[in-house]
Nanobody
Framework: VQLNESGGGLVQAGGSLRLACAAA????????MGWFRQAPGKEREFIAA????????DYTDSVKGRFTISRDNAKNTVFLQMNSLKPEDTGVYYC???????????????????WGQGTQVTVSS
């Protein structure tokens, strides 16, 4: 599975961005999808995840109420709508996927087998 993120960029604090992650390859299976972020000088951190059906979502506390993860299985694409952006949201955002037989989500980066190249998000104050 190949994952390709898009939608990053430079935005002022309080603004919005919508990230997209398009999957190609062996997409006939079901995948839990996640978004992770790595800020300069920091470790990669979990942001959000969505189950294969889309019925289960999970968010890290710092983005709850501001970010929304969704997916369009017909288009093999997962989205991350980011509103009320803050300078601390700056970083490289990575999409990840894990093949799964059940409808669940995970926050653990090690659980994900496939990763995109990342897209840069910069929020200016």
């Amino acid at each position: 599975v190949q994952l390709n993120e898009s939608g990053g960029g430079l935005v002022q604090a309080g603004g919005s961005l919508r990230l997209a992650c398009a999957a190609a390859g062996r997409t006939g299976y079901s995948y839990c999808m996640g978004w992770f972020r790595q800020a300069p000088g920091k470790e990669r951190e979990f942001i959000a995840a969505i189950s294969r059906s889309g019925s289960i979502t999970d968010y890290t506390d710092s983005v709850k109420g501001r970010f929304t993860i969704s997916r369009d299985n017909a288009k093999n694409t997962v989205f991350l709508q980011m509103n009320s952006l803050k300078p601390e949201d700056t970083g490289v955002y990575y999409c990840a996927s894990r093949r799964t037989a059940s409808d669940y989500v995970t926050r653990r980066g090690d659980d994900y087998a496939y990763w995109g190249q990342g897209t840069q998000v910069t929020v200016s104050s």
